[in-house]
């Protein structure tokens, strides 16, 4: 089939069978474009608790599908590619990390919403990019907290609150990957652009940044913004909603210099539209998890939906 072919199939079948496609920034292009909901970790969690279609196919990784299945587990939750992980979700595995968690039994737990169900069970609260700064503010000045998978997000949330979390050694191997040098020399080469980044990046980056946020917070920042291009400091995958919202603005990335090609998430890229194809018509693969999982995992989940709302991040 052709990619229109393929397009109008998973048109009909997303039709016929009363299903809802929610994708991430980071998805390919085309599968953004044929998504009903395309948004950040937190608003796609948001979608999945109140979306009342039969069947979600999640084009995201396996960590948003679970958290989808979580939070509304009697819709079946398909993921096009099961294969499609995340390097701060493998970085911390559960028993190890229970094993972290008893050598601070006077801490809280905190999350990043980019980890395994069995790791949001043990939490007690879990963020995304785009709450925790504010989740984090919102919590008593001594209150002892462990803060995991992500040692960059959570250095970031650390040096912008002045709170001491203890950090879980994890990262997101693309935006780790993204070095200060390359937006250095970029900066010289665009004096005019300000640097956007997304929190996974690693210190030195972050410090050379005009603006660091959340997917979400980096399309909102460069809207309202007067300035007529950016260096983007993240995955690539956006790029495409930048585009659509900016017609008259240019996207500087890290690949614009040529010692660094490494922002494309290889698990992002894993979901194709023949495989969304295959995924709807098939109805597999589907997100599989016990009743048990489901209600642990669902707690810390919902009590940061609940405190996001109470802040006024979310409606
Ligand atoms: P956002 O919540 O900012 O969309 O980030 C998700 C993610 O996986 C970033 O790498
Ligand atoms: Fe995970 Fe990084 Fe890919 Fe986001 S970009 S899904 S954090 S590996």
């Not at 050694?169 to 956007?196: R, S």
């Not at 996974?200 to 460069?222: H, Q």
Request: hydrophobic share 40%.
């Amino acid at each position: 089939m052709t990619n229109e072919e393929l397009k109008q199939e998973i048109l009909r079948l997303k039709r016929e069978k009363n299903a809802v496609i929610l994708g991430h920034y980071y998805q390919r292009h085309e599968i953004q474009e044929l998504s009903d909901y395309v948004g950040d970790s937190l608003a796609l969690a948001q979608e999945a608790q109140r979306t009342e279609a039969d069947i979600i196919v999640f084009c995201g990784v396996h960590f948003m599908a679970e958290t989808a299945k979580i939070l509304n587990p009697q819709r079946k939750v398909l993921l096009p590619d099961m294969e499609a992980s995340c390097s701060l979700a493998e970085s911390c595995k559960a028993d190890e990390f229970a094993a972290f968690k008893a050598q601070h039994p006077d801490h809280m737990v905190i999350s990043y919403v980019n980890c395994s169900a069995e790791i949001k069970a043990l939490s007690d609260l879990i963020c995304t990019s785009g709450n925790a700064e504010k989740l984090v503010r919102s919590l008593p000045e001594d209150q002892k907290i462990i803060f995991a998978p992500d040692r960059n997000l959570g250095g970031y949330i650390n040096q912008v609150t002045g709170r001491q979390m203890v950090l879980w050694n994890g990262v997101c191997t693309v935006h780790d990957a993204m070095q200060a040098e390359a937006v250095m020399q970029l900066k010289v080469e665009y004096p005019d652009a300000p640097v956007v980044a997304h929190p996974e990046c690693n210190p030195a980056l972050l410090e050379v940044a005009d603006f660091v946020g959340s997917t979400k917070a980096m399309l909102t920042y460069i809207k309202q913004s007067d300035a007529r291009r950016f260096i983007v400091a993240t995955e690539t995958g956006i790029l495409y909603e930048m585009r659509r919202e900016n017609p008259g603005k240019e996207f500087i990335t890290l690949r614009d210099n040529k010692s660094c090609a490494c922002d494309d998430c290889a698990y992002m890229k894993l979901n194709t539209l023949d495989k969304l194809y295959r995924c709807l018509r098939d109805e597999q693969p589907e997100i599989r998890m016990d009743a048990d999982m489901i209600e642990r995992a669902k707690r810390p989940i919902v009590r940061m939906l609940e405190m996001s709302r109470q802040l006024g991040i979310i409606k």
